[in-house]
């Protein structure tokens, strides 16, 4: 039997079948690479997240969350207010009786000490002292006979022609003629100065703040003139609490402004301290001198100002706001090459009312540190200052506190 090897042909595939083949092989293509990509990019963003994380946030800074540390003086002073009046002031009276003839200076101007101000009627005057004139040259005569009728009785009594009484009632008219001179010598003199009187002169140097009587006007003794006062030496008369009196001393400096001035500062010293406190008010007064050799000051004028009751030399300057207490220990952030350093320091003098406080130890002038408690910044935290940021000053050696 004859072997015989049957060959089978291979399908052929229709064509209808390998239109839809390519498309399907196209699509599978198109999603292996979406989801390639899309796996990537979940790679990539992922990298990317990473690498930002690991970059350290910057906080900008405005111009009022930092400042440069500067040195200066710091004071504690104590509030007073109250009202300046002329150390030296005089209200000149009348001496005489009289009617004002003349009155040369008017208010508002400055005389010095012996110059004629006011002038009053002397005819009364020049009367009276023509009468007490007469009556010394009255007395002088009476002095005269009486000298010579002691004389007489002298001799008489050598020669006992008189009794001894009679010579003692002659001496004792003698003495009562004496006596009589002498009287009426000092009523000349009286009169004479009360002529001179009548010619008022200024008691000190200074300006007529107010004249009293006018031309015409009559005057009697006591009878207030004119009132003036020098200006030169000023008092501030400040009312301070008595609780705070403690705190006062003679020689303290007092500053202090008055309205009308502008930003012109006055100065003066505590001179006294009135024992006595005000009914009332428990407080009491403390008298300020003050030095107006230009003038400028006029009494009753209302000042501002304070009493240093204490006063530091020239130290670094920080507000208070900056300083933080850590545990027990203060500080305060300064900003050094972009990056926030807690400084542990020292503090001096505060002021409370500007503010401000010392630094004794742990900062340098110059520094540039954290003005504010902002919740953002803390120790090791980046800054960016502003661009227009001046750059900060070199310290100064001699007003350098050593860093701790």
């Known amino acids: 039997?004859?072997?015989?090897?049957?060959?089978?042909?291979?399908?052929?595939?229709?064509?209808?079948?390998?239109?839809?083949?390519?498309?399907?092989?196209?699509?599978?293509?198109?999603?292996?690479?979406?989801?390639?990509?899309?796996?990537?990019?979940?790679?990539?963003?992922?990298?990317?997240?990473?690498d930002d994380q690991k970059k350290p946030e910057v906080q900008?800074?405005?111009?009022?969350?930092?400042?440069?540390?500067?040195?200066?003086?710091?004071?504690?002073?104590?509030?007073?207010?109250?009202?300046?009046?002329?150390?030296?002031?005089?209200?000149?009276?009348?001496?005489?009786?009289?009617?004002?003839?003349?009155?040369?200076?008017?208010?508002?101007?400055?005389?010095?000490?012996?110059?004629?101000v006011m002038r009053m009627d002397t005819g009364d005057l020049q009367s009276h002292l023509v009468q007490q004139v007469a009556n010394e040259e009255d007395a002088k005569a009476k002095l005269a006979l009486a000298l010579k009728n002691h004389e007489s009785n002298q001799t008489l009594l050598k020669q006992k022609f008189i009794s001894q009484n009679a010579y003692d009632t002659a001496e004792n008219n003698v003495d009562i003629a004496r006596a009589a001179l002498?009287?009426?010598?000092?009523?000349?003199?009286?009169?004479?100065?009360?002529?001179?009187?009548?010619?008022?002169?200024?008691?000190i140097d200074g300006i007529i703040s107010k004249r009293l009587l006018q031309v015409g006007e009559k005057a009697s003794p006591d009878t207030p003139l004119f009132s003036?006062?020098?200006l030169r030496l000023m008092t501030l008369e400040a009312q301070v609490p008595a609780s705070e009196?403690?705190?006062?001393?003679?020689?303290?400096?007092?500053?202090?402004?008055?309205?009308?001035?502008?930003?012109?500062?006055?100065v003066g010293k505590v001179a006294r301290i009135n024992p006595i406190?005000?009914?009332?008010?428990?407080?009491?007064?403390?008298?300020?001198?003050?030095?107006?050799?230009?003038?400028?000051?006029r009494g009753g004028m209302f000042a501002k100002g304070g009493i240093t009751l204490q006063k530091s030399q020239a130290q670094p300057l920080v507000p208070t706001t900056a300083i933080h207490d850590d545990k027990g220990t203060t500080t305060l952030y300064r900003i050094e090459n972009g990056k926030v350093?807690?400084?542990?320091?020292?503090?001096?003098?505060?002021?409370?009312?500007e503010g401000l406080v010392a630094i004794t130890s742990g900062l340098n002038i110059g520094d540039q540190i954290i003005a504010l408690n902002l919740d953002n910044v803390k120790a090791g935290t980046t800054v960016k200052l502003p661009p227009s940021t001046p750059r900060a000053a070199q310290p100064a050696p001699a007003a350098t506190a050593p860093k701790s």
Do not use: C
């Open 245 to 266: 009196i403690p705190l006062v001393k003679e020689g303290q400096s007092v500053s202090f402004v008055v309205e009308g001035f502008d930003k012109r500062h006055f």
């Open 60 to 116: 900008e800074l405005a111009a009022t969350d930092f400042t440069t540390v500067e040195a200066r003086e710091l004071s504690v002073k104590l509030p007073i207010s109250g009202t300046l009046t002329p150390l030296n002031q005089a209200m000149v009276k009348s001496k005489v009786t009289g009617t004002v003839q003349e009155t040369p200076i008017q208010e508002g101007i400055k005389v010095t000490r012996g110059e004629v």
């Open 341 to 353: 350093v807690a400084q542990v320091v020292k503090l001096g003098l505060r002021n409370e009312d």
């Open 277 to 297: 406190a005000e009914t009332g008010s428990r407080s009491m007064t403390v008298y300020i001198a003050v030095d107006n050799e230009d003038g400028a000051l």
């Open 1 to 50: 039997m004859k072997n015989e090897t049957q060959y089978i042909k291979p399908p052929v595939s229709s064509p209808r079948k390998k239109r839809w083949l390519l498309p399907l092989i196209v699509l599978l293509l198109i999603a292996g690479a979406g989801v390639g990509w899309k796996v990537t990019n979940k790679s990539g963003e992922a990298v990317a997240k990473t």
């Open 182 to 203: 002498k009287s009426a010598t000092s009523q000349v003199e009286i009169a004479r100065r009360a002529l001179e009187d009548a010619t008022v002169r200024a008691p």
């Open 228 to 230: 003036m006062v020098d």
